[in-house]
């Protein structure tokens, strides 16, 4: 009889370690997802813009067409600051204007004069992309690039021919410079202009005329791992405002169909759309002045460390990208003005999420995909991205908590969704344990790649996150916690 028991208690354990190490098939992909381009793109999250032509040199904002490249003389031109610049700020690629509205190109096209070779820069013989692209190879760094479609100096803009033209310099830009990471096609296109000295308006159709499809090919031919910008993706979406806000609401879902560069329905691009065809995500982009590009009067109007940090929040925190425009002035360096107030924002970020309150923490869910722990909770705390919790199918709910063994303050929480099987969750709660009861400290709809919330500092040692609505059963592959220094940057 004793033998009998102790057979039992024997098949007990051995069922209770099969069920643990049992495989248990992943949840199968919700909507669109990322594609890996999409991905390593997503994973940047803080980008560098150079916005740099003949404007830098006459104080306008959008070149006419008719400026002499004469103009463009920087007198101590350094890609390798730029560079450098970004890299101490955290920042993960670059993109530069090669081309702005006002038709100048930054390298030696052979199909326009109109470009730096008829510049007393270096005798006509420079070419700041190839300055760009040595720089960035030297630290590291990613290089993209801005293509402006309208072209105010070109006489052929609004025919056909143009078409052939500013295709011909896409060509140039993506197979000269090596790899690119980001081709940039701006939505402002058509209005009036120099066009070759006409001097007038001319209109384009903005949906039609460009042949987008067409186009896009060509990037897809000569940059296979590029991602191409602009309102209708195709990989990533303006956000919809030049401020670097992202919705609150923020899916990386999209008909790209329904849009195009230029196109007016605009104000739907910050939150996305809920049940959108395509993986679009956002970029957001706002520069560190006023203007684009660098006028000496704006120097005093540069942003504060706090502004950035309110834009970090709204972009990386909020499931975007955060594109920051940091313009070269006339010598061609980055303004000491902007690199003062760059490297303190870089400062204040490392304060801002200096510990990682939870990783190694004890993590807690109400269930678990198959009871499999190769989906539990614990996935959450152990600090990689690849392993993730998830429910079963069936199930579009959960609680989580994460123990912190002891009372500590928190006021920070970054949860991530994984999101190469698609964005799901539409609402969330978050919870602190204060004198025995839950205590709502933040809550919120979307959270997709990065969804990073601030609350006052609460002394606690057991946190909860409620997940509310999802589409499909959640998957959270990270949560961290932070305490970050008394300062309120919303
Ligand atoms: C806009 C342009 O018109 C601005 O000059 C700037 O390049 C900004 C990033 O995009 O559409």
Redesign the pocket.
Known sequence: MKNMSSFLWILLFILILVSCGKQVDPPAAYGPVPTERQMNWQKMEFLA?F?FTTNTFTGL??GYGDESPEIFNPTDLDCRQWVRVAKEAGMNGVIL?AK??DGFCLWPSEYTSHSVKSSPWKDGNGDVIRELAEACKEYDMKMGL?L?PWDRNSAVYGDTAYITYYRNQLREILTNYGDIYEVWF???NGGDGYYGGAREERKIDRKTYYDWPATRKIVRELQPNAVMFSDAGPDVRWVGN?HGFAGETNWSHLNGIEFYPGSPNYKELPSGQENGADWIPAEC?V?IRPG??YHEKEDSLVKTVGELMQIYYNSVGRNGTFLL?LPPDKTGRINEHDVVVLKAFRKALDKEFACNLAAGKKAFADSWRGKSKQYSASNLTDENKDTYWCTDDDILTGLLSIDLGEKTEVNRILIQEHIVLGQRIKAFIIEVLVDGAWKEVASGTTIGYKRILSFPTIKTDKIKLSITESYACPVLNNIELYRAPEQNWE
Do not use: Q, R
Request: glycine residues 6%; negative net charge.
């Open positions: 813009f916005h904002e959008w204007t702005h509205h801005y402006s701006d939505g402002a030049e982009d520069s684009w590009f425009n």
